[in-house]
């Protein structure tokens, strides 16, 4: 069983950044391909980006291309969402997910565990 624990989330300016951050239990972090998504009110959860076990390979929605970027530090069992120009219309729900098996790339239905999510509020 693997644990996910989000945090960075908050309210922020459009325009502005945010850094949000995923933690995972257990010992084999640097086997899982791990995903952010996100949900807005009312929508269905929609994929914002991936990344490989090992980091050098990333994947992102074109919502996200150019102002996200995703990163891992596989010493801290942590993955990074880094959101900069942001919109009201990033506001959601941000989740990680996570896929052991050094599966690459990944749908987004193929992830096995998930975390509670972080809530991301952007003010007009």
């Known amino acids: 069983q693997v644990q996910l624990i989000e945090s960075g989330g908050g309210l922020v300016q459009a325009g502005g950044s945010a850094r949000l951050s995923c933690t995972a239990s257990?010992?084999?972090?640097?086997?899982?391909?791990m995903g952010w998504f996100r949900q807005a009110p009312g929508k269905e959860r929609e994929f914002v980006g991936a990344?490989?076990?090992?980091?050098?390979?990333?994947d992102y929605a074109d919502s996200g291309k150019g102002r996200f970027t995703v990163s891992r530090d596989n010493a801290k069992n942590t993955v990074y969402l880094q959101m900069n120009s942001l919109k009201p219309d990033d506001t959601a729900v941000y989740y990680c997910?996570?896929?052991?098996?050094?599966?690459?790339?990944?749908?987004?239905?193929?992830?096995?565990?998930w975390g509670q999510g972080t809530q991301v509020t952007v003010s007009s």
């Open positions: 997910a996570a896929l052991p098996g050094r599966l690459w790339p990944v749908g987004s239905y193929e992830y096995d565990y």
């Open positions: 257990g010992r084999t972090f640097d086997s899982y391909t």
């Open positions: 990344i490989n076990w090992s980091g050098d390979k990333t």
